[in-house]
Structure formats: structure tokens, C-alpha cells
């Protein structure tokens, strides 16, 4: 590339001859890229060279992005490393996180020395379903009613049909819900090591084919919101989506009043008080202190969809004292959508960080990568409000802050 060939490509933008999405057709991406800030620079007056300062090929992030110009820079570091004693992942590591707020990953890391005081936390994936809900339009009621039947008793025809698109994803369950004369199927699917978004609307859509042949149904949209993805929804906190997940540890009183400065009773009743009652009385579907925080920048740094983060947030997070005196903490995320396979996975940036977990890729047996960094986040989640709580119980939080300078 050279700065004549992208200013060559930019003049024929500004005659007419070509759409600025259609660069890549006469040029290579990065010629493309530079092109098109020449067009954005001249037009806003902006100075895009930092943008311009990326350290991939253009054409590596093709699947990912349209119109591309450059690339944005988020901070990226590590916390731990943390001992996981996980389903999927064990053994001490680095947990890579992406950010522009400060004081986040102190935080987190300070949650994460707690951890490892207390020999470690455990983390489990208790269920994988990746859904998507069509909505089907029947005459009425006794049609819905019918329609539900019969999508119940031919779920396997169903199967077949939605897996002859994929080598990887299984269908497990299709589930009809009714309103009026509308018909919704919540189909939910093991899409293994990918996310599985697109798997499973592709596979659902050939699952909707059958079920207009073999019924009076009509597919109005093929994703009908029952699915829930990218929006608050009660559905995802009760039947989960992506991945289910938990983690949790029982940190020794010696610990919590040595290390997070505060006792096992006063970080139980800022839970009780703030994250169950606060959230309750607020009409919050998070029941937690900032789970938010750790999965977004765990998703940044490790190329996950960041509009998911707010299936993410829906967690809940409790404390209690142990017999022993001891303190019982616990993070359950319901919803959190992950994968190692497809989209921003496979960005040189974003796999560096999968490869620091020794997540990337596919895993062996299918599936085991994409629990395990899920169990990683869960982790970093549990750092996180450990961290928050114990601040708030000490009474420290802002001072924290401020001798941080943030």
C-alpha cells in the first residue's frame, strides 16, 4: 500500500465511481482502510492516525467489521494469577482483562489474592443452551393450542432438520409459548465451543421450514425476542442462555478481616442489604454488585459479542457466614454467552488472550473450551464482588478510589 493508491482509491469515492463499502473489491483491506480515513479525516476534520496504527492485517478482520478505517486501542491486563479448581479449567492462571476504568482490575485482583488464601475458587458450568424463538402467526387459540402440540410430539423432525445445518451444534429442546394467536418456539442448543448465535438461527430456521410445511403456522419474524439476546429478560435469569454458570469459596475469617479488611458479617449483610434487597426493591434482574464489570472486560479482551454483556450482568451473587465463622461467597451467572470458536475469537489481539487462559480454538472433548472460559469469567466475577463488597464493608471504597488517583 501506498499513501498514493489509498488517495487514488478515496478520489474515486468522492467522483461518484465507487461506495465506500466497496473498496475491498478494487484494493487490498489495509489500502481500503486507509482510504476511507482520508474520507472521514477530510470530512470531520478529525485526525485519525492513531486509529491508523493497528497491528493486524485489515483483511484479518473482514468477518468482523464493514467500512473498517483503523482500530480501536482498549488497555489490556491481568489479574491473578488465581487458582481455579473449575469443571473445565484448573490450576493457577492469568486472567486477561480489557478496560478503561481504573481501579477495576486492582480490585479484582485484590479479590483474587483473597482467593488464592483460601486455596482457590471453584467453578462449574451447570447448563449450555444457546437459543433463538421464532414467532409464528396461527388463526387462534385452538390453532396456538394445536400448534404447541404438535411441536412438542415432533421434536425430533425438528432435530434433524435444524442439525443438517451444522457438524457441531445439537438442538435439545424447542418449547412453545403461547399469546393470543401468536405462537413462539424457544429452540435451545449445545453449540460446543462456539457461542453459537448464528448456528442457531440458522439452524432454527430450517427447523421454522418444517414447521410451516407440516402445520397452519406462519413464520412472522425468526426471532421473536422470546430468545432473549442482547436485551434484560426474566426468561434468560430463569431457563438460562449460552452458558449457565457458577462459582464460589469459602474464604477463612482470618483472611476476610487480614486481607479485605472487614469481618464475614458485615460483607453478608451488605450483600443481603444491597444486592438482594437493593436489587429487589429496585426491580433490578441483577441481583449483584457489579458483575458487569469483570464480564465486559474479559469479553474486550477475549473477542466475545460486548452487547452481550447485558445477558452477562444476570447474576446473582450471595454471602453468608459459615458454621464456622468462616465466609460462604458464590456468583451464578445465568446467561453468559462465550465462545473460543468464530468472530472476534479469531483477531490476533483477542486470541493472545484466549491463548494466556490456553482456551483457543476448539476444545477436546468439543465444548470444554468455551466452559472453560466461562468458569474463568465466573471466577473474575467472584474476584470482583468479593473485592466490591468487602470495600463497602470496610468503609474504604472511595478512599480506594482516590488513593488511586482515579
Given at each position: 500500500?501506498?499513501?498514493?493508491?489509498?488517495?487514488?482509491?478515496a478520489e474515486r469515492v468522492?467522483?461518484?465511481d465507487l461506495r465506500l463499502y466497496e473498496l475491498e473489491e478494487h484494493a487490498d483491506a489495509d489500502t481500503a482502510a486507509a482510504a476511507r480515513r482520508l474520507l472521514v479525516e477530510e470530512h470531520s476534520g478529525a485526525d485519525l492516525s492513531?486509529?491508523?496504527?493497528?497491528?493486524?492485517?485489515?483483511?484479518?478482520?473482514?468477518?468482523?467489521?464493514e467500512n473498517m478505517l483503523g482500530a480501536i486501542q482498549i488497555p489490556v491486563g491481568v489479574v491473578g494469577p488465581v487458582e481455579i479448581d473449575g469443571g473445565a479449567i484448573s490450576g493457577e492462571h492469568y486472567l486477561p482483562m480489557a478496560t478503561t476504568e481504573g481501579a477495576l482490575l486492582a480490585s479484582v485482583n485484590r479479590g483474587c489474592a483473597a482467593l488464592n488464601t483460601a486455596g482457590g475458587a471453584g467453578a462449574r458450568v451447570l447448563k449450555n443452551r444457546m437459543t433463538r424463538a421464532p414467532a409464528f402467526r396461527v388463526a387462534d387459540v385452538a390453532e396456538a393450542e394445536a400448534l404447541s402440540s404438535w411441536v412438542r410430539d415432533n421434536v425430533d423432525a425438528l432435530r434433524e432438520a435444524a442439525e443438517s445445518t451444522t457438524s457441531h451444534g445439537e438442538l435439545k429442546e424447542a418449547t412453545p409459548y403461547v399469546v393470543g394467536n401468536t405462537v413462539f418456539v424457544r429452540f435451545a442448543y449445545d453449540t460446543k465451543d462456539a457461542m453459537g448465535m448464528n448456528m442457531a438461527t440458522i439452524a432454527t430456521e430450517e427447523a421454522c421450514d418444517?414447521?410451516?410445511?407440516?402445520?397452519?403456522?406462519?413464520?412472522?419474524?425468526?426471532s421473536g425476542n422470546l430468545c432473549t439476546d442482547k436485551k434484560p429478560a426474566a426468561i434468560n435469569a430463569v431457563e438460562g442462555r449460552g452458558r449457565t454458570v457458577a462459582a464460589d469459596v469459602t474464604i477463612p475469617r482470618?483472611?476476610?478481616?487480614?486481607?479485605?479488611?472487614?469481618?464475614?458479617?458485615?460483607?453478608?449483610?451488605?450483600?443481603?442489604?444491597?444486592?438482594?434487597?437493593?436489587?429487589?426493591k429496585a426491580g433490578s434482574l441483577g441481583f449483584n454488585a457489579h458483575v458487569a464489570n469483570s464480564v465486559a472486560a474479559m469479553f474486550l479482551a477475549t473477542g466475545q459479542?460486548?452487547?452481550?454483556?447485558?445477558?452477562?450482568?444476570?447474576?446473582i451473587t450471595t454471602a453468608e457466614v459459615d458454621g464456622d465463622g468462616d465466609l460462604y461467597v458464590s456468583v451464578t451467572i445465568a446467561s453468559l454467552e462465550v465462545g473460543t470458536v468464530?468472530?472476534?475469537?479469531?483477531?490476533?489481539?483477542?486470541?493472545?488472550?484466549?491463548?494466556?487462559?490456553?482456551?483457543?480454538?476448539?476444545?477436546?472433548?468439543?465444548?470444554?473450551?468455551?466452559?472453560?472460559?466461562a468458569e474463568a469469567v465466573a471466577v473474575a466475577a467472584l474476584a470482583g464482588e468479593l473485592s466490591l463488597l468487602s470495600a463497602?464493608?470496610?468503609?474504604?471504597?472511595?478512599?480506594?478510589?482516590?488513593?488511586?488517583?482515579?
Open positions: 500500500m501506498t499513501d498514493t493508491d489509498a488517495a487514488a482509491l468522492r467522483d461518484g492513531t486509529s491508523g496504527d493497528y497491528a493486524f492485517d485489515a483483511a484479518d478482520a473482514d468477518s468482523n467489521i418444517v414447521i410451516e410445511a407440516e402445520t397452519t403456522a406462519s413464520l412472522v419474524a425468526l482470618e483472611t476476610v478481616e487480614e486481607t479485605l479488611k472487614t469481618t464475614p458479617e458485615a460483607v453478608a449483610e451488605v450483600n443481603t442489604r444491597k444486592n438482594l434487597v437493593g436489587s429487589a459479542d460486548a452487547a452481550q454483556v447485558v445477558e452477562g450482568a444476570n447474576a468464530g468472530g472476534g475469537t479469531k483477531l490476533p489481539t483477542q486470541s493472545e488472550a484466549l491463548d494466556v487462559l490456553g482456551v483457543r480454538g476448539g476444545g477436546d472433548p468439543a465444548g470444554s473450551n468455551g466452559d472453560a472460559l463497602l464493608a470496610s468503609r474504604n471504597l472511595s478512599s480506594a478510589h482516590a488513593s488511586l488517583g482515579r
